[in-house]
């Protein structure tokens, strides 16, 4: 016993592997862990219980806690942490890492193992977790010595945190987290010797790319979800740069809030659904200025029609992206905010205020692009076009410190179009792997990480319905998140398809029994509302609004609307189907298919 | 009145491919820790990329390195694509494309042998035949008894694919390969 005091920080630092997990959380500055228990991490629950530092937040469903976990990485620029137990714990978790890898969003994710003796033998909740998720992480780790816990934990939220952000899953076996180890802190120098992600982009591309920029007639920013992850510099250079240069300003799905919408060189947001403007923009640019985006086919279009007479610039910390798809003539390697600095300060040094060239035709393009007026749509007193329920609750809400996550359907595209972003960190989507039911959990995430601020799921009913057991969370944590269904009892996305490609054949995108969302939030503990006419909408969401409470608010919105305006497969940018060329025959078509449907 | 607006009815566009496919030798340096060599492949067939051969050893024993050759196939932009998405494999420390850096070396391609290990059943002149014709390819006989040689070859995969073909009529009954190894001409390492 005196030998073991003898050296006290020895003594200090001898703890269990489950101690050392809770101990390195609070060491990477972790306050919050979504997660669900079960008997592979018994241990560590046991620690959770035992302290204060880190806030333990119970969901309902592993994957809820993923989403959660995401909403708040994206909304905080922290790592997100969930902690889930072995075999169902870890599948239930896949999908939310394959949304995080997609999506470049910094997840840690720590999954309970049966004990060491016993893997390999289809012991009870066994699965290989390793290998079942090695695909969907950036990293990940099986911990088969306590020893070793500490440096791998660090060495987790690393890599999750650093070059292009992911996800990563430490699996622990539950003799491991029973056994006793020496802790070590983070240590400020890195042991790893294989993984050098580069910030800094190389001066003389940079320097190319300003000129090329400079010296454009016809310039286009298209930024991307790594602005975002480079943190607030990153927007706020864009900004510079755009109005150093009078360059238009588009972005990706993930990227909204990089440039605010109601900037003057916005052109809203590119690609399938993106404006009019904003993909005859890309079309017809001379230089191209990519930041931190992956060329997405739902942005390209049809690819050797893509931007064809432009020279295209591409910054983006992941040396894959480069040349993936799209072909570039300046490659920079390097992080956004640290790339936009070295641009902002040479166009200050060299072309100056107003660049080189006029850009003031190529604005007068645009203009009569803007003109077009693409995300139009026609008013409806009857019925509440789910255009006009996002122009209601973006003008309710947009002077609050708002910040909106979404499912995956047209819900979300008519929120990209129509909810206008000023700031980043704002808007948490699930873009890459489209994942219906994400928004829900993420808004319980942004909501713990943001418990003053207002966070609303602009919803579908359809995605609603996926995760919606974490409504259950939601009371639970007293998170007063507003979910906006958008009800209109199609899952429309999959219906627009159909009518686009299948010949109108609706097959199975019809939910027969939608439940009684009102209801249903009463059932949970929260606070339902319904809105079925447009004069009503104002006044429910006020209600919405006022409610401190997780609320449901089922708004009834026209059943047949489509998303426009939209790039059909197969075509190039400039081949948009524009709402009023298109949208007549294809609810005409809907309409005889809902006859058929409804009884 | 169900006439399709689309001409391709995907959702996805889907592009051909034009440029034509070349056949590159990879060396890949990575930490010798358990899973490595799944990641390593699991990225190959995940997306969609092709394995001609892949050999992979500990080659620095105190630093826990292994070296893993694979030979693959592609365009130009997707053995660019394979390069870099080998790099962002945690545990890889490096990638060479050793047919492209023999190519700036002023080499048609790296040096590359594969051995054989090549078991021929037979008697009579078929014995005799495989014997000279082993002798002939500097094969050596590792095993043998009265009906049956086992050969060892190395070589170039050329010469070893020719040596199984020509005792394939003289009782060929088993081969196995180790697969490319590889490495540049001159005194630089990799």
Known sequence: MTDEKAGTDEGANRMTGAEMVVRALVDNGVQHVFGYPGGAVLPIYDELFQQEEVEHILVRHEQGAGHAAEGYARSTGKAGVMLVTSGPGATNAVTALQDALMDSIPLVCISGQVPTTLIGSDAFQECDTVGITRPCTKHNWLVKNADDLPRIIHEAFRIATTGRPGPVVVDIPKDVQFAEGTYAPPSPVFEQKSYHPRTKGDGDQIRRAVELLANAERPVIYAGGGVINAGPRGSERLRELAALGGIPVTSTLMALGAYPASGENWLGMLGMHGTYEANMTMHGCDVMLCLGARFDDRITGRLDAFSPGSKKIHVDIDPSSINKTVRVDVPIIGDCASVLDDMVRLWRAGPGERGRTDVGPWWEKIDGWRARKSLAYKPNRDVIMPQYALERLHAATKDRDTYITTEVGQHQMWAAQFYGFEKPNRWMTSGGLGTMGYGLPAALGVQIAHRDSLVIDIAGDASVLMTMQEMSAAVQHEAPIKIFIMNNQYMGMVRQWQQLLHGNRLSHSYNESIPDFVKLAEAFGGVGIRAEKPDELDDAIAEMLAVDKPVLFDCRVANLANCFPMIPSGRAHNEMLLPDEASEQAIEQAIEADNRSLV | ?190
Request: glycine residues 6%; contains cysteine.
């Open chain 2, 1 to 190: 009145m169900n006439a399709q607006q689309q001409p391709t009815g995907s959702a996805y566009f889907i592009t051909r491919e034009t440029e034509s496919a070349e056949r590159h030798t990879l060396s890949v340096l990575v930490d010798n820790e358990p899973g490595v060599l799944a990641r390593v492949i699991g990225l190959f067939s995940g997306r969609g990329y092709n394995i001609d051969s892949l050999t992979v050893s500990e080659t620095e024993h105190d630093a826990h390195l292994s070296r893993i050759t694979i030979v693959t196939r592609g365009t130009p932009q997707v053995l660019y694509q394979i390069h870099s998405q080998l790099e962002r494999i945690v545990p890889v420390h490096r990638v060479v494309d050793l047919t492209v850096v023999a190519k700036d070396l002023g080499h048609e391609k790296p040096l590359e042998r594969e051995l054989a290990m090549v078991k021929v059943r037979g008697a009579g002149d078929d014995r005799v035949e495989a014997l000279r014709l082993a002798d002939a390819f500097r094969a050596q006989v590792i095993d043998a008894n009265k009906d049956h040689f086992i050969f060892e070859i190395t070589g170039r995969v050329s010469k070893i694919e020719q040596f199984i073909a020509i005792m394939q009529p003289l009782g060929l009954v088993e081969v196995c390969r180790t697969g490319v190894a590889a490495m540049n001409r001159g005194p630089e390492a990799m």
